[in-house]
């Protein structure tokens, strides 16, 4: 169907000369009125359907009916795009919030999201654009949002303000930027700390490490981490370890070597797959070592703490250092591994006899050695309470989780079955003390049925190995380290498996 045009309205030919933009819903009234007044030549209408519909087109109601059609779609054609611009002009208003002050009302559009941020000469000029795919523009998140600056450079008169103005944003950027950066890498270093775990097992000489570092080990050997299923990976008294504490194996560099302490992080707990839990078993003894050891200690064994007061050996500086200074290692190593310690306690009279006829030492002098060295550990466990509840203080203003305790005490009396009625009494306080030792540790489990295959009981009479004369020597030092040793008020939960025998 052909329609000709017989004349237009005069009031859009004047609309259009004197330049105005005819409105959409006027445009369909317009054309609608046109037309009604077009002539439409019948004959040339090929068939009746559309001889039709050109009437009901051409009649009253078809006129009307044309031009609300055309004023709906004008209308919902409206209402998008002002949704579009109240959408685009929310998210300027909110990501200007975010700008810093005296930023010379710059807009959002100006902010710039990269890793290299280059400062802009010459200034930048704000300006609005439609286009959500600009290249131009970049988000930046800050502390309020996402935000964005527009990197296009024009002409400024005002350069030094603007320049001071774009510096102080960029200065704000690089350090937001920054910032995340660095919580980044320490969320690395924690989960590389919770994967390397170094356990050192404290205690004087003869406190019977020998019984109970088996125990351990075995129940490390038995968890599995819950997330992964895989086993722990365990390693007792590695040789590097050693080498760097103590000095073994003709190691030359000191123990706050970074170098060393690298050396033994590279091997014990290399990064991998992030998903492996090590474990690493020390437990040398205080003192360790004869004073004429083959073995390349930094400090050795020291004679003249045979012939020194307990106090004296504790105020000790070769004392303080041997095997290894315990605050020095806590200190480096606890940056890197989640450092723990568990003080091995064993009666004192069972202590003395256990090496008493060893090295040929007197046994008066013997005593002032292991008590000495007693008072060293526990000012070692109370500096370590002390960390601990400054750590857990300072933690909880930041928001972060509370740290794992540093330090626990195995009473090697509570494992002995001798000291219970029953096999059955003795085996329920072994479990006990298996417990405490999974939670303590952060293990998953404390289930280990085979923990003390390897347990074997000295049959050993202090008494007799001591004899009478030297007996009651002991018993007067024992009187010494009352309200002293075991440190149980800087150690353990008051469990009674942990209620120590003096």
Not at 280 to 290: L, N, R, T, Y
Request: net charge negative.
């Amino acid at each position: 169907m052909r329609v000709q045009k017989v004349h237009t309205l005069s009031s859009e030919a004047d609309d259009q000369q004197r330049g105005k933009v005819i409105p959409h819903s006027r445009r369909c009234a317009v054309e609608s009125a046109q037309l009604s007044n077009t002539p439409i030549k019948m004959d040339n209408v090929p068939s009746t359907s559309a001889r039709w519909f050109a009437s009901a087109l051409l009649s009253p109601w078809g006129k009307v009916i044309s031009a609300l059609i055309c004023l709906k779609v004008f209308t919902y054609t409206k209402i998008a795009y002002d949704q579009m611009d109240a959408e685009y002009s929310a998210s300027i208003s909110s990501a200007s919030s975010a700008l810093p002050p005296n930023t010379n009302g710059y807009s959002a559009d100006q902010l710039v999201h990269s890793d290299n941020i280059q400062n802009p000469s010459p200034p930048l000029q704000a300006y609005k654009t439609n286009s959500i795919m600009d290249k131009n523009l970049i988000d930046v998140e800050t502390t309020s949002g996402f935000v964005q600056f527009n990197t296009i450079p024009v002409p400024n008169g005002n350069n030094q303000e603007t320049n001071s103005a774009i510096q102080q944003s960029m200065d704000e950027i690089q350090q937001l930027q920054q910032k995340r950066q660095e919580q980044q890498q320490l969320t690395q270093e924690q989960l590389a700390k919770d994967n390397c775990q170094i356990i050192y097992i404290l205690g004087v000489e003869g406190s019977i490490h020998h019984g109970f570092t088996p125990i351990l080990e075995t129940l490390a050997k038995s968890q599995h981490d819950p997330n992964t299923g895989k086993a722990y990976e365990v390693t007792y008294a590695p040789k590097v370890l050693r080498s760097a504490l103590f000095g073994l194996y003709q190691e030359k560099r000191d123990i706050d070597d970074p170098t060393l302490i690298a050396k033994v992080f590279r091997e014990l707990c290399p990064e991998t797959d992030g998903k492996t839990k090590r474990v690493i078993i020390e437990d040398s003894s205080f003192p360790s070592g004869a004073l004429d050891d083959p073995r390349s200690y930094r400090i050795r064994r020291q004679a003249s703490w045979m012939t020194s007061s307990m106090e004296e050996v504790a105020s000790d500086e070769f004392a303080l250092n041997h095997p290894l200074n315990l605050r020095k290692f806590y200190e480096l190593y606890s940056q890197h591994a989640n450092v723990q310690f568990i003080l091995l306690n064993r009666p004192f009279l069972e202590t003395m006899s256990s090496h008493a006829n060893d090295w040929g030492e007197e046994v008066v002098g013997r005593s002032n050695m292991i008590r000495g060295f007693m008072l060293i550990l526990k000012r070692f466990v109370e500096y370590l309470r002390q960390e601990e509840e400054h750590n857990n203080s300072s933690g909880g203003m930041r928001g972060s989780r509370k740290k794992k305790a540093m330090a626990t005490i195995v009473c090697a009396d509570k494992i002995m079955s001798k000291n219970y009625e029953s096999m059955y009494e003795a085996t329920m306080a072994r479990q006990h003390i298996l417990d405490y030792l999974a939670e303590f540790l952060g293990w998953p489990s404390s289930r280990c049925p085979e923990c003390y295959n390897t347990w074997k009981e000295s049959k050993k009479d202090p008494v007799k190995v001591l004899g009478e004369k030297n007996l009651g020597l002991m018993l007067n030092d024992m009187k010494e380290l009352e309200g002293m040793w075991p440190p149980l008020e800087a150690i353990g939960s008051g469990l009674p498996e942990q209620q120590c025998s003096l």
